[in-house]
Each structure stands twice: as C-alpha cells, then as structure tokens.
C-alpha cells in the first residue's frame, strides 16, 4: 500500500507570511492531487498534478510536482485569513484512493 | 447545479445499533465514493459505487456496506456499530468511475457512545 505523508501537520502563521507545506510517497505515483477542507465542509479539489516537475499557480498558491514523482508541495504567498483549512494530497493507486492526514493551517488575522 | 447532499448531517448512536447514511451526488454524476474521516488515520477510502455495482473498496471490515439506487443515489450502512465508528463519513461523486474530479458533500457526523 503506497503511504503518503504530509508536513507540518499543523502550522500557525500571521496574515502576510509565506509558507510551503509537503506531501511525501513512499513509491513514485502517476499523479496527484491537493484538496483544501474547511471546517464543517468535505475537502475541494484544488488542483491535479501529473507530469513530473510540473507547476500550477492557482492565484496566491503554487503547486509543485516532484522531477522524481514521488513528492509534491503547496507554496501560499501572503497567506489571508480565508486561507484557513487542512490541506490534504491524494493519490490513486488500483483503483484505490489514498489521502495524506492532512495540515492544518490557521492563518492569524 | 446543485451540488452532494448528505443526509442526515448529524447523527447520535449506540454502540451495537446499526445507522444508515445517505448521499445525493450532483445531477449527471454516476460514481459515488464514501469516505470515513478521523482525526487519527485521516480521510480513508471506504468502496465506491457506479452504475449501481461497487466497482472498489477500501480496508474495511464488512459491517460496512452500501448499495447504490439507479438515480445514483447512494447509502452507507454501518451494522454492530462500535465506538471506534465515531467520524464524519463524506461521499463524494464523480461524472464517471476513476480517477477524475471528485465533488465532495458537507459529510454526515456521526457519534457513537
């Protein structure tokens, strides 16, 4: 079973500070993906990565995929309250979807 | 669009009982996958269901079931529950089986005593 780890799991940051947060696979993985959950709510798709060193901005996030296929990680620029939430990668692997436990960012007004 | 609808929203039980969880997936969308989600082991993937068959499924023993209507809708059900049942089980649908974008519902929490 392909494990995938995620760090920090939590991080607590003022408004305006930047930060990177990681997801690490125990083998190489065709492709991922990075959901953001806020509470209350079931995660949203933030993003699909699938080519190895590949790059997606999404606004004030960039996503990057690792050359090697076997890590990825979420840069937040100026992060803002609304940023709050677990950000959480996922991976598929036959026919079964794995989740990393997540981290929970809290961005201080 | 509207989007998943999870039913009910909260729910309280015994330990032993049996709960029934349902999942209204967007309009169009025929795959339905469930999820059980704890602050412990995270968000684990449960089976997922498409026209009507459970195409995959998680680690999980087989109190845990589901089925799926022919409108897509589909329920969870968990029989014998056991305190370590306790989590948000989220359902989320897709247009079509495997691995494309995935809609997920507000989840349904569940609490076991």
């Known amino acids: 079973t392909q494990l995938l780890e995620q760090s920090p799991q939590f991080l607590s940051i003022q408004e305006g500070e930047n930060l990177t947060v990681y997801c690490n696979s125990s083998s190489v993985f065709s492709s991922l993906q990075w959901y953001r959950q806020e509470p209350g709510e079931g995660p949203v798709l933030l993003v699909t990565?699938?080519?190895?060193?590949e790059v997606k901005k999404l606004k004030r996030l960039t996503f990057q995929f690792g050359d090697a296929r076997k890590d990825s990680s979420l840069h937040i620029t100026a992060a803002q309250p609304g940023d709050t939430g677990l950000y959480l990668c996922a991976l598929r692997e036959a026919q079964k979807v794995t989740f990393g436990i997540g981290t929970k960012l809290q961005v201080i007004p | 669009k509207a989007g998943v609808t999870q039913t009910p929203r909260y729910l309280i039980k015994t330990r032993g009982q049996q709960v029934t969880l349902s999942c209204s997936p967007i309009s169009g969308h025929r795959s339905v996958s469930w999820y059980q989600q704890t602050p412990g082991q995270g968000l684990q993937f449960l089976f997922e269901?498409?026209?009507?068959?459970?195409?995959n499924k998680g680690n999980f023993p087989g109190r845990f079931s589901g089925r799926q209507f022919s409108n897509s809708r589909s329920e969870m059900n968990v029989s014998t529950l056991e305190l370590g049942d306790s989590a948000l089980y989220l359902c989320?649908?897709?247009?079509?089986?495997?691995?494309?974008?995935?809609?997920f519902g507000p989840g349904t929490r569940l609490t076991v005593t």
């Open positions: 269901y498409f026209s009507e068959t459970q195409r």
């Open positions: 989320a649908s897709s247009v079509r089986q495997g691995w494309n974008e995935q809609y």
């Open positions: 990565v699938v080519t190895g060193g």
